[in-house]
Nanobody
Framework: QVQLVESGGGQVQAGGSLRLSCAASGRTSSNYGMGWFRQAPGKEREFVAAVNWSGGSTDYADSVKGRFTISRDNAKNTVYLQMNSLKPEDTAVYYC?????????????????WGQGTQVTVSS
């Protein structure tokens, strides 16, 4: 089992920045591929970013490319999502996810573990 706890959400004005953290515990989470997803009210959960086990390979949804950066610190068992130039349409609950395969995925059904989510609200 892997437990994931997100933090760092909050309310920010458009153009601002936030950094989300996802602390992992349990089985050797440093070998896991990790992803960030988000879900806005009335919408399906969607892919945001993913990183492989080493941090050497990342992938992003087109909507956040160039503004968000995913990274990981395996010594701290933590994955980060740095979000810059935030827009009102980025408002959502952000979820961290882990998969036993060592690389990330766009597809939420490929993930084995999920955190409880953290709210991000961007005001115009």
């Amino acid at each position: 089992q892997v437990q994931l706890v997100e933090s760092g959400g909050g309310q920010v004005q458009a153009g601002g920045s936030l950094r989300l953290s996802c602390a992992a515990s349990g089985r050797t989470s440093s070998n896991y591929g990790m992803g960030w997803f988000r879900q806005a009210p009335g919408k399906e959960r969607e892919f945001v970013a993913a990183v492989n086990w080493s941090g050497g390979s990342t992938d992003y949804a087109d909507s956040v490319k160039g503004r968000f950066t995913i990274s990981r610190d395996n010594a701290k068992n933590t994955v980060y999502l740095q979000m810059n130039s935030l827009k009102p349409e980025d408002t959502a609950v952000y979820y961290c996810a882990a998969r036993a395969a060592g690389y990330g995925s766009w597809w939420l059904q490929n993930y084995d573990y999920w955190g409880q989510g953290t709210q991000v609200t961007v005001s115009s």
